[in-house]
């Protein structure tokens, strides 16, 4: 694990209410955040941390299982050459925020989890007007 991994790791242990769960796989951490806590943890990771780049987002269904959708960000920075992955859970008809103010780039995926699952991102720009 980088040390700006270790370093938000620690942050978010700060904050029990933002993580949910941490797992490590062959070097690759994944953190779980509370739907409710997404903005000021991505907002933390970008300016506090260095994470100046979305990658992906990839939403998640787990049919059968609840909450149903699982939504995926993929992070970088560029600074410490460090990958991020954090993820959220959502129910069908219960909106994620949207983190375009974060990340411009979010833009697109969150419009494409929308189209391909019908996951809703409130405060999106162009998808608050479709809802």
Not at 20 to 37: C, D, H, N, V, Y
Not at 83 to 100: A, F, G, H, N, W
Not at 103 to 119: L, S
Request: glycine letters at 4%; proline letters at 5%; hydrophobic letters at 45%.
């Amino acid at each position: 694990m980088s040390i700006v991994v270790e370093k938000f790791k620690e942050a978010l242990l700060a904050m029990p209410s933002s993580l949910l769960e941490w797992k490590e796989f062959r070097g690759e951490s994944t953190f779980s955040i509370a739907k409710e806590k997404l903005v000021t943890v991505c907002l933390y990771a970008r300016d506090k941390m260095g994470f100046d780049m979305l990658l992906d987002i990839t939403p998640v269904d787990l049919l059968g299982e609840e909450p149903r959708f699982q939504i995926v960000y993929e992070l970088y920075s560029l600074e410490h050459a460090a990958y991020l992955r954090m993820k959220t859970y959502t129910q069908e008809e219960d909106p994620v925020p949207s983190i375009v103010s974060i990340w411009p780039a979010a833009n697109w995926h969150e419009r494409e989890a929308y189209d391909m699952m019908g996951i809703q991102f409130d405060g999106h720009p162009c998808l608050t007007r479709i809802l």
